[in-house]
């Protein structure tokens, strides 16, 4: 399936580097960690990282009721992953290497209980697989305290750059290195919090979020 | 030197977690990768992925002549980076460690050819240093193609998070793991371009980034 290809979406520049495909962006948004959402306050941008969950074509945000950003309205969802720095023989051609994906839209309070709990299950699970049911879930307190918006993914662009440099050929003889330095992004040893009984095993599901 | 506290870089919420001086600024940035552009397009934000680089109090931004979203007006350069799982007793508390800094501004073109040089310089040393003196510098047609922007440092904040999760009192004693998973960014062994010569090694440069 085909993502959208609006006029606001379709890639202005590099359009090779374009995925127009639905898995492609699935694929970006379920591998990041964090997401930068993009809102208009008072004529101007602002741009915040935070969390997020997907549940088949509808992105979940979250947050306190106190947050400012946190309203409908128009939005931008990005998120990246930088996976390798490109060098070239000549500085133009300096690159990175990496997965992007943008999605534009109108951020939709949350209000049907049913949906914002699966909005809230589906962040959690995002950040930390297998939390949700294991932890404590929400009370009534703090579901009253929490924002769930929802943004359609109707609307989105994937970019992805790969591979060596893009040097011009008469540079290609210069004596000088050019490749990719590979950037990843690792989970350490979970660090047990101090009221965690000395010995006590983090469970299977923190283990492998470690390993993946 | 306190970071200047207008009414849009006041933290509305978790001040706790708010650093006000101009260092931490510089720390966030410095240590980046890629930042998160917002720009104002039609009314609606839109949020892109690209690399920068800081001289003093200037942040400079740079790409194809041909990009849209590079012209002068409102701009918020948001760099994030993403430090830590944080598993708590309650899905409520869940959250992220994460060092972030929001730049609000005006974007504005340079236009003086020293200061444009400069500005490139500090994008590419930013992304891989030792790069510019040892690639091949600009020619007249890459930078009659290049458009570079300067965005002021006047107006930012910056938010960490560190340590453990912040259950409630009541939840101390459950029997569920809590802690943190540590999420490191790190450089791979460099890979060479297919015409590099074989044998040829990675200058120091490009090696200590691996390193780094």
Redesign the interface.
């Known amino acids: 399936m085909t993502l959208s290809t609006t006029p606001?979406t379709t890639l202005?520049?590099l359009r090779e580097r374009g995925a127009t495909d639905r898995a492609a962006l699935y694929d970006v948004l379920d591998a990041g960690?964090?997401c930068?959402?993009?809102?208009?306050?008072e004529?101007?941008?602002?741009?915040?990282?935070t969390?997020y969950g997907r549940l088949d074509d509808t992105l979940y945000l979250h947050g306190?009721t106190?947050?400012?950003w946190l309203r409908e309205g128009?939005?931008?969802?990005?998120v990246?992953h930088?996976d390798g720095?490109v060098?070239?023989?000549?500085?133009?051609h300096?690159s990175?290497n990496?997965r992007?994906a943008?999605v534009?839209g109108e951020a939709r309070r949350v209000t049907d209980a049913a949906e914002r709990t699966a909005g809230?299950r589906a962040v959690?699970e995002h950040?930390?697989p297998g939390?949700?049911g294991?932890?404590?879930?929400?009370?009534r307190r703090?579901l009253a305290a929490?924002v769930v918006l929802a943004v359609d993914l109707a609307e989105a662009s994937v970019k992805i750059r790969t591979g060596?440099?893009s040097?011009d050929a008469e540079?290609?003889t210069?004596a000088?290195?050019?490749?990719?330095?590979?950037?990843?992004?690792?989970?350490?040893?979970?660090?047990?919090?101090?009221?965690?009984p000395a010995g006590?095993?983090?469970?299977p599901h923190?283990v492998l979020?470690?390993r993946s």
């Open positions: 606001r202005g520049r960690l964090v930068h959402v993009g809102i208009v306050r004529g101007a941008p602002v741009v915040l990282p969390g306190s106190g947050a400012r128009p939005v931008c969802v990005t990246t930088t720095l060098y070239a023989r000549s500085v133009f300096f990175m990496y992007s943008v534009l809230l959690v950040l930390a939390s949700w294991y932890a404590r879930t929400p009370n703090e929490t060596p440099p040097d540079d290609l210069d000088v290195w050019a490749g990719v330095v590979p950037v990843t992004s690792i989970f350490g040893t979970p660090e047990p919090d101090v009221h965690v006590a095993v983090p469970p923190v979020r470690g």
